[in-house]
């Protein structure tokens, strides 16, 4: 057993060595796809690929019902600036550089979040597949901003 799944291992290592995973979401206020500096860390298993952010800092934006994610794919060391011009121009069907993995639409927050006692969170299901979005939940003082949350710590899990 071992043996067999040590390539199917070297397999995986193969792919997320040349390969990195980013977040892109949906800016209102900008009326453009924005990505974050930092990438995934990932993991993968012979069903599932599983990525995470492991600093809150890393990224933050307001969330709220129809905000808008993507899991994209991109080859290793392509820099952010491309990555976005690329998803907000018409080349994104006929590139290499960059292939969309899933949506995730945000529904309406309230009734849809999860609660424990360290942190609220809210899990967004994809449109094409079983896959999962989770965002870590803080809520806004209402008086400053229009979005009572703003969402982090963003972690996905996509069914091979």
């Known amino acids: 057993m071992k043996q067999s799944m040590t390539p199917q291992i070297q397999c995986d290592q193969a792919i997320t ?21 930092h990438r995934f860390l990932t993991t993968t298993t012979p069903s599932h690929l599983v990525g995470q952010f492991i600093v809150s800092y890393w990224f933050d934006c307001p969330i709220y019902e129809g905000k808008t994610f993507m899991i994209i794919q991109i080859h290793k060391g392509v ?40 942190t609220s969170k809210i899990l967004l299901e994809g449109v094409n597949s079983q896959s999962k979005l989770s965002l870590s939940l803080r809520e806004t ?20």
């Open 17 to 37: 060595t040349s390969r990195e995973y980013a977040l892109a979401h949906w800016c209102d206020r900008a009326q453009r796809w924005e990505v974050p500096f």
């Open 79 to 118: 820099k952010t600036q491309t990555i976005e011009n690329i998803i907000n121009s018409e080349q994104l069907q006929d590139n290499d550089l960059v292939k969309v993995l899933e949506t995730f639409i945000c529904p309406e927050i309230n009734n849809n979040r999860v609660e424990s006692k360290y």
């Open 141 to 160: 003082n209402l008086q400053r901003t229009r979005y009572p949350f703003y969402c982090t710590l963003p972690s996905f899990t996509l069914k091979n």
